[in-house]
């Protein structure tokens, strides 16, 4: 995520409204780096009005061209630092200094770019400039279709059918048993194979994209999802979440909030409370989302990669007791569709943590793909660079917009570009400290 300040919890975590994120993308190609930099200091001072909050005097044109040359260094001192943090107060997203911004002629000169397809946004986005905001049309997603709730099978990645189980059998070696390929049957058996070649989370979502690149390039998805195989119940993740999990958890690192594990725990064997700091903590709604993971693995024994499979995650937070309460209607019965939500997968983070450090980050295949820097950039793009524009509103990329998106990306990329593998897992907190990006920068490329 990219924040003007990590130490405040309100700049860090702001979604930033469309006219906002054209303000951070001008202020970025003020930059001398930015071939066009003349053009945008010409922009930014028409577009600045210092008068709007009662200062006379203002130099803009010296504001905006020490701004230009701090942004276009290479490296700063932290003099050159101090200052530009200074300077950028005044020029803010939020700030008050604002003109109405122009949209068509922006549009004009490509810094708004129109997209109309969800492969042009994706491929907009891998080639990436942060001194751009890219406007997408509100039906390039299909508007009938519910992505959120009833979400169905079509636009799920389901980690159990029977195509991601094959493939990941006929991968590893494993002969397929009759009833299975009769039936979809599991045995007993067939289980401890799939155990024992390493059916983990990860295996099983790096295998289902692998599914989806190859049979499905056309299939729309806004959620992973799986069955629990005791209880029938939906369990359902998102890549989004993943991130959005990971970086909480480095952000809490880095400002020193941590999440408080409740008495509770090892009331029943293979459970988890835990009291996650709030984004925002506010009277009305108390400081932390209550977190409760039911049938944990022991990350600290290599028992069994099948553990996944009966985690049940439970949050208070709206997004997680919205889907939870969301019961999933079959033939047979009802069934609860549980959800990972940030809180949830930061705490599994913060669990592992704790227990070796994130050097030994055990078992990390079991639930907890880390995102890798591509990932998270790309996310930026969608979280500070796209905005939706519909008949009378312009508005930023809803969840499952976001999440739509991530997937067409997964698609095109190799999983180990967007997840540390196993082996690669960075030694110490500090490498992962690009999950917090600077609001405003020099250059960014997807590479
Ligand atoms: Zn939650």
Known sequence: MRSANFDSPRLTFQRLMPHQMIRAALINGLSQQ?????????????????LKEGKTGFELEKHISACGDILGEHSRTTKQQKYLDSLLMDFSFISDMWEDIPYKELEQVQIIKKVDSLSALVQAVK?????????????MFPPDRDFLKHVTLTNRLDLLSRENISAFARANGIDLPDKFLEHGYISNDFWVELNERGFAYKAALTNAIGVLKNNYPYKLISAISHRNPTTGDQIRGSLHDVIEGFERFVHRHKVGDEIVFGLEAGKYEGTEFAYVPKRIPTRLHGDFDTVELHYMPDFLSDSSS????????YCNCPYSLNLRNHNEQTQQAKRIVYN??????????????KQKGVRGFALPENFVPIPAKLLIKFSDYLRYNCYVKTENQRRPLRETEIELTLFEFAKTKHFDWLFHSENTMPE?????SYALRPLYFTQDRLD
Do not use: A, F
Request: proline share 9%; with cysteine.
């Open 34 to 50: 930015n071939p066009y930099s003349d053009y945008y200091r010409r922009l930014v001072k028409e577009l600045i009005n210092p």
């Open 127 to 139: 080639i990436g400039n942060i001194n751009q905001v890219y406007e997408i049309p509100e039906d």
């Open 306 to 313: 099948l553990t996944w499979l009966h985690t049940m995650p």
């Open 340 to 353: 990972w939500c940030p809180h949830s997968i930061d705490t599994v983070l913060e669990i592992i943590h």
């Open 428 to 432: 110490y907190l500090d490498r992962l």
